[in-house]
């Protein structure tokens, strides 16, 4: 579905990433790790289109990305930022609307079937008692979980999260996070999301890829790559991987 080969990108002042190569298969929960600077939200803005590609490619499904109009992309990926900026006063519910806008004609309002998607989208999400609010009235993590559900309203394919949780309380990251899990394995939802938090990645994430200076360390299944070795090499501190026989999981303890 996405293919990345040999990117390399930034901005006028620093080239951020070299060289970087992967794919990724329908239907794969991915987690992007790595330190501040590494690349992380860099990657996830070439592949929505925002930062230039100095050389390599990006591909959806065969097609590059510089061939896909704007229409293409907003049916083919949704994204939700690290901070999302909505400086109006729109209301919550106008907010989560505009998710439906690729789907719509010019001048055609919204129909039944968008009405029902924005409802689904604000009941999954749990933010249905912000529907009438203003966005500028409300938390940052309650933003945060409105502008998710602007991008489930938006039904792509494909969805590239960066640091989406980072403002919400643990209950609600984990309450966000089973709900991409269930998009996820219910409806084949891709997802990429860049995560600091280690942890949280190891407990939904099936494959992980590790950023360093803008060089891709380490990619595969994370039973695999998630080591001490390469959790090491990539955040010169030392840890100790353990499985938790009740999650089933991995998890990383950082010693100090």
Known sequence: MIQVRNLHCGYPERRVLHGVSFAVSPGEFLGILGPNGSGKTTLLLALSGIVPIASGEVAFNGKALASLKPRERALTMAAVAQDSQVRFPFSCREIVRMGRYPHQKRFQGD???DERVVEKAFHITDTGEFAE????????????????ARALAQ?????????ATSAMDINRKLQIFRVLEALNREQNLTILTVLHDVNLAALFCRRLIFLKEGLLVADGPTDE??????VQE???TEVLVQDVARTGKKQVVFIP
């Open 234 to 236: 990539v955040y010169d």
């Open 225 to 230: 790559v998630l080591t001490s070795q390469v």
């Open 111 to 113: 129909s039944v079937e």
């Open 155 to 163: 039904e792509t394919p494909i969805l590239l999260l960066d640091e």
């Open 133 to 148: 609010r203003l966005i500028m009235s409300i938390s940052g993590g309650e933003k945060q979980r409105v502008v998710m």
